[in-house]
């Protein structure tokens, strides 16, 4: 028993000896392997710490080798396709300055561009018919009219010649009227100022009885009534609404006095409107003589001149709500000052631009006249305020016609001191030089150029070109895709019945100030249909279509004019009218505000 103990006890000592040297080899075998997987390990990191090298290497000396190395010839597709864009964008650039290349000279046109053939058959006639009764006898004795005028020069222009025919149509005595010195150009200057006032009341005495000056009224300084009528008044409401105040009150100022007459009167008082804007107003002598001398010095330079009002001041951009692309500058600028019309709604630059009634640019205008067939040698006289962009918006018109000038060019600072303070004035010489122009080109529809359109017209119809901006908008914008051959056709043909000629306009159709065809008459000589060549008879009828055309630009007498778009001054109130009669001043007629854009 004892024996057997024995045994079980040596037999679990060796078991135990036996598990512990396999326990030992297990631990052996397990270290040897985690030596092992570290050798290795350890060689390929190294494996490939050497190819990465190599490649290394290898990238750098194909990036060597395609740097100093000449270019192989191109065969894959993208290399093709990227050279032949490359070449096909020099050959746009190349054709740019090749197609559209502005020639120095305006060509051979074949035609005169200094007049107009049809011309010597149509003059200016504005003698009174029998039956127009004269001032002698129509005049009641106790009647006196008196009128305000609002605007700039050839606005207030404007309400001077319809102011003798009010008086006319009251049958009252005129007093010379009163020159708007409070609006936008603060010119102080008065009537006697800036016109001959003797001329002009001796001039219309047959038509008007015209006095320098309210009578007193029982030896004391007399006070007119106030009041204001609505625009485009004809006579029947004149003496409605004006007559029984006068026949009260005997003395009437009428405010603001601009376009307060209808477009449309009989022939007898349309001819009187004609006596009195080309005949009876007159400059001043200082203003004639300084006129006279811009004009002689034009003539010393030049045969011919062209007479440019350029019109691109920040005020007629700013209203016309147009974008010349000068970014977020141009906008806030335009902006700012667009917001002094309280009227005005947000604009659409390219909806306004489409109807042609954006102002074309400095340079628009030069390529419209090389077109026309007026070469680089042409001298230009250009009347204008501060250009929008200064100098940098000027260059591109120098650069096509660089016998450039304006009054401060070709008159001394002393020459111009007389005159340099006051606005009208300094209008009235730019108003003298374009109307002796040979060629006179407006780049807008505002009252200088409808004045000048008109009196240019009455006398002998010397071309007078106005910018077909509602074509050539597009024109413009497409003159790198045609060659400069096709351009100048183009514009030649939109331009027709925009250049001055007789019978452009219809009869009645837009301001009687810039068609007066009641004052224009036709000679015995005029050439008839039969007598015109295929392309005359041609023209003719593209005559007829542009002046339906120009129609649609034309204020009708219904449509709200530019002028009647009020300003809003700094005080931001309306002014206040005395001695309103509130029998005769109804809610269309409220009060207006002073207004900014007018010429």
């Not at 250009?382 to 000038?405: I, R």
Request: with cysteine; hydrophobic share 35%; glycine share 6%.
């Amino acid at each position: 028993m004892l024996k057997n103990l024995k045994q079980f006890i040596f037999s679990l000592k060796m078991r135990r000896k036996k598990r512990e040297r396999n326990n030992l080899l297990l631990h052996g075998s397990n270290d040897f392997c985690i030596g092992l997987n570290l050798i290795l390990w350890r060689k390929r990191h190294r494996v490939f710490s050497f190819i990465s090298a190599l490649s290394g290497c290898l990238l750098l000396l194909l990036f060597a080798f395609s740097v100093f190395s000449p270019p192989p010839t191109a065969t894959n597709y993208f290399l093709v396709h990227h050279s032949s864009m490359v070449k096909e964008r020099e050959a746009v650039e190349s054709n740019f300055d090749t197609v559209f290349q502005v020639p120095a000279s305006g060509g051979n046109l074949g035609r005169d561009l200094w007049s107009s053939s049809q011309s010597k058959f149509y003059y200016g006639c504005s003698n009174a018919s029998k039956k127009f009764q004269t001032a002698d006898v129509k005049t009641h004795p106790n009647r006196y009219l008196l009128i305000a005028t609002s605007g700039g020069l050839n606005q207030q222009r404007t309400g001077i010649v319809d102011a003798v025919v009010a008086a006319y149509i009251l049958n009252a005595t005129l007093v010379i009227p009163r020159l708007d010195q409070q609006s936008y150009w603060k010119d102080s200057s008065g009537f006697a100022e800036i016109f001959n006032v003797d001329w002009f009341i001796s001039s219309l005495s047959r038509d008007v009885e015209i006095i320098k000056e309210l009578p007193p009224k029982g030896g004391k300084a007399w006070i007119p009534r106030s009041m204001r009528i609505p625009r485009k008044c004809n006579p029947k409401c004149y003496k409605t609404r004006v007559l029984p105040v006068l026949n009260k009150q005997h003395a009437v100022e009428l405010t603001k006095f601009d376009y307060r007459l209808s477009n449309r009167l009989e022939t007898d008082l349309q001819k009187l409107r004609c006596r009195v804007n080309y005949h009876a107003l007159s400059f001043t002598d200082p203003i004639l003589e300084m006129g006279k001398l811009l004009v002689e010095r034009m003539r010393i330079k030049t045969k011919h001149f062209i007479a440019l009002h350029l019109r691109f001041e920040p005020d007629m951009l700013a209203f016309s709500g147009c974008y010349y692309g000068g970014g977020e500058k141009e906008r806030a600028e335009l902006g700012a000052i667009r917001k002094r019309w309280k009227t005005l709604h947000a604009s659409n630059p390219e909806k306004v631009r489409r109807h042609g009634r954006c102002p074309l640019t400095p340079e628009e205008i030069g390529l419209m006249l090389r077109a026309l067939g007026f070469g680089s040698d042409v001298h230009v006289y250009v009347a204008s305020g501060e250009v929008y962009g200064g100098e940098e918006t000027l260059a591109p018109l120098k650069a096509l016609f660089p016998n450039f000038h304006s009054k401060e060019t070709i008159a001394t600072k002393e020459e111009l001191a007389a005159f340099s303070s006051f606005s009208g004035r300094m209008a009235a010489l730019d108003y003298i030089v374009c109307d002796e122009g040979d060629v006179f080109v407006t780049n807008n529809n505002g009252n200088m150029a409808r004045m000048l359109t008109g009196r240019r017209r009455y006398f002998g119809h010397k071309p007078t070109i106005r910018p077909n901006a509602k074509k050539l908008y597009k024109l413009f914008l497409d003159r790198y895709n045609i060659s400069w051959e096709e351009f100048a056709s183009k514009v030649r043909t939109y331009q027709i019945g925009f250049m001055g000629e007789p019978k452009e306009v219809k009869p009645g159709r837009g301001e009687f100030h810039e068609n007066p065809d009641s004052c224009i008459c036709q000679s015995n000589g005029v050439e008839t249909i039969q007598n015109q060549t295929p392309e005359e008879h041609e023209n003719d009828y593209n005559r007829k279509d542009a002046a339906e055309m120009s129609d649609e630009q034309q204020p009708i007498e219904e449509d709200p004019d530019w002028t009647d778009i009020d300003y809003l001054d700094n005080a931001g109130g309306f002014k206040e009218l005395p001695n309103l009669d509130s029998s005769v001043l109804t809610k269309q007629e409220q009060p207006e505000m002073e207004e900014f854009f007018s010429d």
